[in-house]
Protein backbone atom coordinates (compact mmCIF):
# COMPACT_ATOMS: atom_id res chain seq x y z
CA UNK A 1 0.00 0.00 0.00
CA UNK A 2 1.14 3.70 -0.66
CA UNK A 3 -0.35 6.67 1.17
CA UNK A 4 -0.32 9.76 -0.18
CA UNK A 5 -0.74 13.31 1.49
CA UNK A 6 -1.29 16.26 -0.57
CA UNK A 7 -1.00 19.89 0.98
CA UNK A 8 -0.88 23.66 -0.22
CA UNK A 9 -4.37 23.75 -1.16
CA UNK A 10 -5.81 27.14 -0.30
CA UNK A 11 -7.40 30.60 -1.64
CA UNK A 12 -6.09 32.48 -4.76
CA UNK A 13 -6.62 35.17 -6.59
CA UNK A 14 -6.75 35.03 -10.54
CA UNK A 15 -3.44 34.83 -11.75
CA UNK A 16 -2.06 34.04 -8.86
CA UNK A 17 0.37 30.99 -7.79
CA UNK A 18 -0.12 27.80 -5.86
CA UNK A 19 2.29 24.90 -5.13
CA UNK A 20 1.20 21.89 -3.86
CA UNK A 21 2.77 19.03 -2.70
CA UNK A 22 1.81 15.07 -2.25
CA UNK A 23 3.91 13.07 0.09
CA UNK A 24 4.24 9.54 -0.83
CA UNK A 25 4.91 6.76 2.20
CA UNK A 26 4.53 3.10 2.25
CA UNK A 27 5.48 0.71 -0.55
CA UNK A 28 6.69 3.66 -2.51
CA UNK A 29 8.68 1.33 -5.15
CA UNK A 30 5.65 -0.28 -6.39
CA UNK A 31 4.72 2.42 -8.36
CA UNK A 32 6.67 4.29 -10.63
CA UNK A 33 4.32 7.52 -11.85
CA UNK A 34 2.57 10.02 -9.67
CA UNK A 35 0.82 13.00 -11.33
CA UNK A 36 -2.44 14.76 -10.48
CA UNK A 37 -5.76 15.38 -11.44
CA UNK A 38 -8.69 17.64 -10.45
CA UNK A 39 -12.24 17.68 -10.15
CA UNK A 40 -15.11 20.66 -9.83
CA UNK A 41 -17.85 20.38 -8.79
CA UNK A 42 -20.63 18.70 -11.15
CA UNK A 43 -17.48 17.80 -13.38
CA UNK A 44 -15.34 14.12 -14.11
CA UNK A 45 -12.13 14.21 -12.88
CA UNK A 46 -9.64 15.27 -14.86
CA UNK A 47 -5.58 14.83 -15.52
CA UNK A 48 -3.28 17.73 -15.18
CA UNK A 49 0.18 16.49 -15.10
CA UNK A 50 2.23 13.70 -14.39
CA UNK A 51 5.68 12.35 -13.75
CA UNK A 52 7.54 9.49 -13.89
CA UNK A 53 10.35 8.10 -11.70
CA UNK A 54 12.49 8.58 -14.86
CA UNK A 55 11.69 11.73 -14.85
CA UNK A 56 9.64 12.10 -18.01
CA UNK A 57 6.61 14.23 -17.89
CA UNK A 58 3.05 14.52 -19.47
CA UNK A 59 0.70 17.34 -19.00
CA UNK A 60 -2.55 18.35 -20.33
CA UNK A 61 -2.83 21.08 -22.84
CA UNK A 62 -4.99 23.36 -20.41
CA UNK A 63 -2.04 24.07 -18.50
CA UNK A 64 0.66 24.17 -20.56
CA UNK A 65 3.36 26.74 -19.94
CA UNK A 66 1.55 27.69 -16.15
CA UNK A 67 1.73 24.37 -14.31
CA UNK A 68 4.86 22.44 -13.70
CA UNK A 69 5.11 19.15 -11.97
CA UNK A 70 8.40 18.40 -9.96
CA UNK A 71 9.67 15.36 -7.94
CA UNK A 72 12.50 14.98 -4.94
CA UNK A 73 15.21 12.28 -6.11
CA UNK A 74 13.69 9.90 -3.97
CA UNK A 75 10.25 10.07 -5.36
CA UNK A 76 8.74 10.01 -2.50
CA UNK A 77 7.35 13.76 -2.83
CA UNK A 78 5.91 15.67 -5.91
CA UNK A 79 5.51 19.27 -6.57
CA UNK A 80 2.89 20.66 -8.40
CA UNK A 81 3.71 24.63 -9.09
CA UNK A 82 0.75 26.30 -10.24
CA UNK A 83 1.09 29.60 -11.93
CA UNK A 84 -1.64 31.88 -13.39
CA UNK A 85 -4.62 30.24 -11.98
CA UNK A 86 -7.97 30.43 -13.75
CA UNK A 87 -11.52 30.66 -11.37
CA UNK A 88 -12.41 27.83 -13.95
CA UNK A 89 -9.31 25.95 -12.45
CA UNK A 90 -11.07 26.15 -8.84
CA UNK A 91 -11.44 22.20 -8.00
CA UNK A 92 -10.06 19.73 -5.53
CA UNK A 93 -6.82 18.56 -6.82
CA UNK A 94 -5.68 14.88 -6.23
CA UNK A 95 -2.66 13.43 -5.90
CA UNK A 96 -2.33 9.84 -7.56
CA UNK A 97 0.54 7.18 -7.45
CA UNK A 98 0.44 3.92 -9.65
CA UNK A 99 2.11 2.14 -12.75
CA UNK A 100 -0.18 1.88 -16.28
CA UNK A 101 -2.94 4.00 -14.24
CA UNK A 102 -3.34 5.32 -10.87
CA UNK A 103 -3.88 2.80 -7.97
CA UNK A 104 -3.57 4.67 -4.51
CA UNK A 105 -5.00 7.84 -4.40
CA UNK A 106 -4.73 10.91 -1.86
CA UNK A 107 -7.72 12.48 -0.44
CA UNK A 108 -7.62 15.78 -2.35
CA UNK A 109 -6.46 19.29 -1.39
CA UNK A 110 -8.82 22.17 -2.08
CA UNK A 111 -7.97 24.94 -4.61
CA UNK A 112 -10.32 28.07 -4.62
CA UNK A 113 -9.66 31.00 -7.45
CA UNK A 114 -11.32 34.08 -6.78
CA UNK A 115 -11.89 36.66 -9.57
Known amino acids: QVQLVESGGGLVQAGGSLRLSCAASGSIRSINVMGWHRQAPGKQRELIEFITSSGNTGYADSVKGRFTISRNSSMNTVYLQMNSLKPEEAAVYYC?????????WGQGTQVTVSS
Open 96 to 104: YGGTVRPTF
